[in-house]
């Protein structure tokens, strides 16, 4: 798991995430050094609380294959902007919003 970086990039203490999710600081120092392994709830709300997808918790790398064979790619695109929008900061966030809704109205 990639608990620990992505704690750090969210600026929390172990302390901090772990009343987060309801949980006890040891738990947190145990996941992240790989001594025991939550549960798949805790896992949910340590992504929810973390901003991130189970998938990037996990340390999964690899996109899953596309649930829409069909030339339906919404799904993928949104998968994307949501992992990738992450890595901006809260300005760039806020002018790729401004950008998606004004292609959105051009239609």
Do not use: C
Request: hydrophobic letters at 40%; glycine letters at 6%.
């Amino acid at each position: 798991m990639k608990l620990k970086e992505l704690r750090e990039e969210a600026h929390l203490t172990q302390a901090e995430l772990a009343k987060a999710i309801g949980n006890v600081q040891r738990n947190i120092s145990n996941w992240e050094n790989g001594a025991s392994e939550p549960d798949i709830a805790t896992i949910l709300r340590l992504a929810d609380v973390l901003g991130v997808t189970v998938d990037e918790l996990l340390g999964r790398e690899e996109a899953p294959p596309t649930l829409y064979p069909n030339g339906d790619f919404s799904y993928d695109l949104s998968r994307e902007i949501m992992i990738e929008s992450r890595r901006l900061d809260l300005e760039q966030q806020e002018k790729l919003l401004g950008f998606i809704r004004a292609v959105a109205k051009k239609k």
